[in-house]
């Protein structure tokens, strides 16, 4: 991995690790609408993987893979980021989906089903469905959540470092244990799924086979997971 004279071979390292773009550029796009083309996340998460070479330090103590993926990724969402690639409508049903998450789990005192949000939200199961389906995409990340005064990326903005501050990890560490918190109060199919997509790096079409329903399913209580999610975190 080094020359002789000890500087890292990058363009080795590239060619080494171009398989992870590509890896983790498909494994995003079942979140993404199909709008968004393959390649253009491929050729992002190449940028982020560049990055990542030059960058890359191992007295950071990480794995340059790990290092690597996390890169690629905040590649990734900062293309995503410059065009907003989210539908307005698609936006502002999500926001009624998690306002009405939030509303009717302070009053049951537990989540709501499917069918008790369609109510408060007065559509029927199928529209509210289809506003689900409809949000692909969207439970990636808000688009309003890179807003901000600077041109760091999403990756140096978000990510605690070893030269955080212990404010900073105490921080990232509440956060962590809320998330963790959030995810164990699903329900317990929305739970297997999201253990299967992002623990086991199962894909969509393959869980709804484990889970016996479609891939369209699938995605909509994916979506469905990520707004319960986003409700309980809207406060922190």
Request: hydrophobic share 40%; proline share 3%; aromatic share 8%.
């Amino acid at each position: 991995m080094y020359t002789a004279e000890g500087l890292a071979d990058k363009e080795q390292q590239v060619v080494q690790y171009a398989p992870l773009v590509k890896r983790i550029a498909h494994h995003m796009m079942a979140k993404l609408p199909a709008s968004v083309e393959v390649d253009d996340i491929i050729q992002a998460g190449m940028m982020g993987l560049l990055d990542a070479v030059n960058r890359y330090q191992e007295s950071l103590g990480a794995q340059f893979e790990t290092y690597a993926s996390q890169r690629i990724r905040g590649a990734i969402i900062d293309e995503l980021r410059q065009c907003d690639w989210v539908p307005r409508g698609v936006r502002k049903n999500m926001r009624r989906i998690e306002a009405a998450v939030s509303a009717l789990q302070q009053t049951l005192k537990r989540g709501p089903t499917e069918q008790e949000l369609a109510s408060y939200l007065k559509v029927s199961l199928a529209e509210y469905q289809l506003w689900l389906q409809d949000a692909r995409g969207y439970q990636l990340l808000y688009y309003e959540d890179f807003d901000g005064s600077d041109d760091d990326c999403f990756l140096d903005r978000h990510v605690v470092t070893t030269q955080s501050g212990p404010l900073e990890n105490l921080e990232a560490e509440n956060l962590r244990e809320l998330l963790v918190e959030a995810i164990d109060a699903l329900p317990e199919r929305e739970k297997l799924m999201m253990s299967l997509y992002y623990e086991k790096d199962i894909n969509l079409r393959e869980i709804g086979e484990v889970m016996g329903v479609s891939e369209s399913r699938v995605c909509q209580l994916h979506s469905q997971a990520i707004a319960r999610l986003r409700a309980c975190m809207r406060d922190y």
